[in-house]
């Protein structure tokens, strides 16, 4: 039975890399025909709770990250920003979403020269019973290998 691939997960941790993870996550989800599901995360700092006034900011600032990475044909069948540990989530929209596959990228902006998987990245291909394509460049159609 060939696998196909239905629906796609992206996060997005709102870094200037992040653009190439969502463009290589629409045009994956445009050559398999699948649903496209974008995700960021709002991780609580230690003690204190997310506040309001930085989900709303996150949302727009996916909302402007989204329009200035995906083409014109591309399509985001769910938007979401949540708040709680980054891979946790992550996992558990995969779930919902019913995904094939998790795309992310390798880690924060500022570790970006290090051969090493960030956290977020690192316990997800560890713990997810979905593949995850980590994209470190821009990927290239057709894929080749």
């Not at 039975?1 to 992040?18: G, K």
């Amino acid at each position: 039975m060939p696998f196909r691939i239905t629906s796609i997960l992206v996060a997005s941790d709102l870094s200037s890399r992040a653009a190439h993870v969502l463009r290589s996550a629409a045009a994956l989800a445009e050559l398999a025909e699948a649903a496209l599901h974008v995700v960021h995360v709002v991780e609580p700092d230690g003690f204190f709770d997310v506040q309001d006034a930085t989900v709303d900011r996150a949302v727009r600032a996916v909302q402007h990250q989204l329009r200035g990475a995906l083409p014109a044909s591309a399509r985001a069948t769910s938007v979401r920003v949540e708040q709680g540990r980054a891979h946790r989530v992550i996992l558990d929209l995969a779930e919902e979403v019913g995904a094939d596959l998790i795309v992310i990228g390798p880690h924060r902006e500022e570790n970006s020269d290090s051969p090493v998987l960030g956290t977020t990245a690192d316990r997800l291909v560890r713990t997810s019973d979905v593949p995850c394509l980590i994209v470190h460049e821009p990927i290239s159609l057709p894929l080749r290998c």
